[in-house]
T-cell receptor, first 112, second 114 residues
């Protein structure tokens, strides 16, 4: 079963604009991760935020985590055409033996 | 680093047949997990192996089974294939035991059951 939901399901913006995607989840977590997937191929790990962290940055990416609301957001600044992809949040519970629990993803299209 | 490699990339099988998918983990990674991704959906966790032992399993029937070998490569076996098993199967590896790290994914095997 899916742990959470990404919002929006699809997002289309102009190159250079910022893109924000949200993720909600249902149970307590150890950490939350964001992945990118191009054209139905393998996923690429973008960033991991631990349950005791509130914000994390990596290059043009900014992730926030609100454990009281069970939600996270991913901000991509100064978007590029190459950022066009599907973005998934995934949670890890407890010791991680249950692998990653993914949402359904946000499909991001960057218009040149 | 060689990354995670999966084989084959595409496969067509007939309903009722059996299939074995293979995964070579990233060098140094001791944990491998498998996921099923239907079209338009997020990946669903099948199971995870740590040092050759299954240590986690998702909501998949017993006809989905796996192995992890001493060199940390692994296999996913599916028996009695059903049409709904058609999906992208993803393998992911990581190094467990040293803090929190993300997984490295392979490019997947696209399985079509007819």
């Amino acid at each position: 079963s899916q742990q959470g939901e990404e919002d929006p399901q699809a997002l289309s913006i102009q190159e250079g604009e910022n893109a924000t995607m949200n993720c909600s989840y249902k149970t307590s977590i150890n950490n939350l991760q964001w992945y990118r997937q191009n054209s139905g191929r393998g996923l690429v790990h973008l960033i991991l935020i631990r349950s005791n962290e509130r914000e994390k940055h990596s290059g043009r990416l900014r992730v926030t985590l609100d454990t009281s609301k069970k939600s996270s957001s991913l901000l991509i600044t100064a978007s590029r055409a190459a950022d066009t992809a599907s973005y998934f949040c995934a949670t890890v519970q407890g010791g991680g033996a249950d692998g990653l629990t993914f949402g359904k993803g946000t499909h991001l299209i960057i218009q040149p | 680093e060689t990354g995670v490699t999966q084989s084959p990339t595409h496969l067509i099988k007939t309903r009722g047949q059996q299939v074995t998918l293979r995964c070579s983990s990233q060098s140094g990674h001791n944990t491998v997990s498998w996921y099923q991704q239907a079209l338009g959906q997020g990946p669903q966790f099948i199971f995870q192996y740590y040092r050759e032992e299954e240590n986690g399993r998702g909501n998949f029937p017993p006809r989905f089974s796996g192995l992890q070998f001493p060199n940390y490569s692994s296999e996913l076996n599916v028996n009695a294939l059903e049409l709904d098993d058609s999906a992208l199967y993803l393998c992911a590896s990581k190094l467990s035991g040293r803090g929190n790290y993300g997984y490295t994914f392979g490019s997947g095997t696209r399985l079509t059951v007819v």
